[in-house]
C-alpha cells in the first residue's frame, strides 16, 4: 500500500513538473495510452483494443471525449452513452472536453495527462469529404501529433454500423433548413443592393454583402457561410460588376476585387462562426461552474445530514430541475428515504429494487441505464473508499434522453455530497 501512494505521488508530481517545465512536450517516463471515444458504432471495439493494450502493456489508459457543437440524434447519444460506460467499466479514467476542434482537444488532453499512445479508428469510407479540412482525423492528427505516436486501427463493420452515405444524407438534412435561410437573407440584401447601387456604386455593394456574411457566420453554421460566400459572390459579379447580367469581367481591377472579396467572405465569416461558437462554450462552461460553485458553498455549510440532503436537494430542483431524492440503509438492510424534494413521496417496490442494487454494487441503475431500466429514477451510489454510504435517485420519468453532460453533471454532484456525507458520518461515529 504505501509503495502504490509513493508511485501515484511521484505520477502527480511528474504531471505537474510536466506542465510548468516542458513547453508542451511529452516525457516519455512510462507507458501510458489514450483512446478518442465517440457516438461511432466502432467505439467500442477501439475501447477494447486500448484495454488489451494496456493490460499487456501494464500501463495506465484514459478514455477522451471532445464534445463540440454538433448535435447528436438519439441514436449517437444512445452510442456515446454506451461507450463511455464500457470504458468505465472496463477501467479507463474518463476525461471529457468542450472543443471546436476534435484533433487540437484530443492533442491537449494528451499533453496534459502525458500520454505516450493515441489510439484512434481508422476511416472507412468517403474520405475526399475530408479534404476541405485538411486531410481526415487521423491524418490532421498525425501532423501535429510530435513525439506522441499513433495507433491507426482497423475496425471491423457491426450489426449497428450504419453506411456512410446515410449518416451524410441525415447530416445534409439537418443543414438544408439553416442553408435555406441564409439564401432567403441574401436574397433580401441583394434587392437592398439593386435598390442602392445607383447612389453608392456597385463596388460599395460588396461591403453589405461581405456584412451580411459576418451575420451569417454568427448566427448558422459553416456550411451555410461557405453556401453564402459563394452565392453573394456569383450575384454580385453577375447582377452588378460591369458588364452586367454576364460572370464576364472586364477590368483587372474589378477581377481583382472579386477574388480578394471571395478570399475575405470565407475567412471572415469562418472566423465569425468560431467566434460565435467558442462564446457559447464558454458561456455554458461558466454557466455549469457558476451553479457547482454555489452548490459546494451551501453544501459544505451543512451541520448535519438532515441539513445536507435538505440544502442538496433544493440547490439540485432550482440550478438543474430536478427533483431528487436519497435514501439510506435501515436497521434491517433495506433501503429507506431520508429525504426527498418531493413531499410525502412514495415509490414502489421496483424503484427500491433499484435503489438496493445500486447499493451494493455501487453502479448506476433505473431509467437510461442498462440495470432495472423500467424504473422512473435514475439512481447513483453514495460511496467514500470504505465503501457505499447511501443512494441518490434523480426523477427522470418525463425525460425522453439522459444527455452526456447531465450524466456527467450528476457523477459530479453524487461525488461532492459523498464526501461531505462521509465527513458527517465519521464525525457522527
Not at 143 to 157: A, F, L, Q, T, W
Not at 254 to 267: G, H, K, N, P
Request: aromatic residues 10%; glycine residues 6%.
Amino acid at each position: 500500500m504505501a509503495l502504490r501512494l509513493t508511485a501515484e505521488r511521484v505520477d502527480y508530481q511528474l504531471l505537474e513538473q510536466l506542465k510548468t517545465a516542458s513547453g508542451g512536450k511529452i516525457w516519455k517516463s512510462g507507458e501510458r495510452l489514450m483512446v478518442a471515444v465517440g457516438s461511432s458504432p466502432f467505439s467500442a471495439q477501439l475501447i477494447r483494443w486500448t484495454r488489451r493494450m494496456a493490460y499487456g502493456m501494464r500501463a495506465p489508459w484514459i478514455a477522451v471525449y471532445v464534445e463540440t457543437e454538433k448535435e447528436l440524434s438519439h441514436d449517437e447519444r444512445m452510442r456515446l452513452e454506451s461507450n463511455i460506460s464500457l470504458a468505465t467499466e472496463l477501467g479507463a479514467e474518463l476525461v471529457t472536453r468542450f472543443d471546436q476542434n476534435v484533433v487540437m482537444g484530443l492533442i491537449r488532453v494528451a499533453r496534459q495527462h502525458n500520454v505516450t499512445q493515441i489510439v484512434i479508428g481508422k476511416p472507412m469510407n468517403y474520405q475526399w469529404l475530408e479534404l476541405l479540412k485538411g486531410g481526415s482525423l487521423v491524418d490532421r492528427l498525425i501532423r501535429v501529433s510530435g513525439n506522441i505516436d499513433i495507433y491507426v486501427v482497423r475496425c471491423e463493420p457491426g450489426e449497428s454500423s450504419r453506411p456512410a452515405v446515410a449518416r451524410i444524407v441525415k447530416k445534409g438534412g439537418r443543414n438544408f433548413q439553416q442553408i435555406i435561410y441564409s439564401a432567403g437573407i441574401i436574397a433580401l440584401v441583394t434587392i437592398l443592393n439593386a435598390a442602392l447601387c445607383d447612389y453608392i456604386g456597385y463596388r460599395s455593394t460588396s461591403l453589405i454583402y461581405l456584412l451580411n456574411i459576418i451575420l451569417i457566420g454568427s448566427y448558422f453554421n459553416r456550411i451555410s457561410v461557405v453556401f453564402s460566400a459563394f452565392v453573394s459572390s456569383a450575384l454580385w459579379n453577375f447582377l452588378f460588376i460591369p458588364p452586367r447580367y454576364t460572370f464576364h469581367i472586364n477590368s483587372f481591377d474589378d477581377m481583382l476585387m472579386f477574388m480578394v472579396y471571395f478570399i475575405v467572405a470565407l475567412v471572415m465569416g469562418n472566423l465569425t462562426y468560431k467566434i460565435s461558437s467558442n462564446e457559447k462554450l464558454l458561456r455554458q462552461n461558466e454557466e455549469k461552474t457558476s451553479a457547482m460553485y454555489i452548490f459546494l458553498k451551501e453544501i459544505q455549510g451543512a451541520t448535519d445530514m438532515t441539513v445536507l440532503f435538505s440544502r442538496a436537494g433544493e440547490m439540485i430542483k432550482k440550478n438543474f430541475g430536478v427533483d431528487t431524492v436519497f435514501l439510506m440503509p435501515g436497521g434491517a438492510g433495506e433501503m429507506k428515504i431520508v429525504s426527498s424534494v418531493i413531499r410525502n413521496l412514495t415509490m414502489n417496490d421496483r424503484e427500491f429494487q433499484a435503489a438496493e442494487w445500486t447499493f451494493r454494487e455501487l453502479k448506476i441503475s433505473g431509467k437510461f441505464t442498462d440495470t432495472l431500466a423500467a424504473a422512473d429514477w435514475f439512481y447513483m451510489p453514495l460511496k467514500a473508499q470504505g465503501g457505499p454510504l447511501g443512494v441518490m435517485g434523480f426523477e427522470l420519468k418525463d425525460r425522453p434522453i439522459l444527455t452526456f453532460e447531465e450524466r456527467w453533471m450528476f457523477e459530479s454532484l453524487a461525488s461532492q455530497i459523498s464526501l461531505v456525507l462521509d465527513r458527517e458520518l465519521s464525525r457522527i461515529g
